[in-house]
Nanobody, 129 residues
Framework: QVQLVESGGGLVQAGGSLRLSCAASGRTFSRYPMGWFRQAPGKEREFVAAINWWFGEHTDYADSVKGRFTISRDNARNSMYLQMNSLKPEDTAVYFC?????????????????????WGQGTQVTVSS
């Protein structure tokens, strides 16, 4: 049974940093697409960052987080991370880890929710001004 468990959320002041973790179990995701989405109160869930392996690791980011967030993964730990720097109040949301076991022969990581099959329960990130 595949499970994704997020951790690392919390309350931080604007300008601060947080590192989210996503621990996967049940299958190895080292060369499969994975990503982070977020959902703020009253808003739809949106793409944040994604990673995919195709003859090398490739990453992609939403414009709103580019240059501030970094996605990475540790294959030995079957885990994915989101380093979030220079946080802003508008980054406040529940952050979800997601993955799929359908390999994608592309250097473009997946940005759509319907391209993923597994989701974590989410971790709350709150950025105070």
């Amino acid at each position: 049974q595949v499970q994704l468990v997020e951790s690392g959320g919390g309350l931080v002041q604007a300008g601060g940093s947080l590192r989210l973790s996503c621990a996967a179990s049940g299958r190895t995701f080292s060369r499969y697409p994975m990503g982070w989405f977020r959902q703020a109160p009253g808003k739809e869930r949106e793409f944040v960052a994604a990673i995919n392996w195709w003859f090398g690791e490739h990453t992609d980011y939403a414009d709103s987080v580019k240059g501030r967030f970094t996605i990475s993964r540790d294959n030995a730990r079957n885990s994915m991370y989101l380093q979030m720097n220079s946080l802003k109040p508008e980054d406040t949301a529940v952050y979800f880890c997601t993955a799929t076991l359908q390999a994608r022969p592309t250097t473009s990581p997946l940005r759509r929710m319907d391209e993923y099959d597994y989701w974590g329960q989410g971790t709350q990130v709150t950025v105070s001004s």
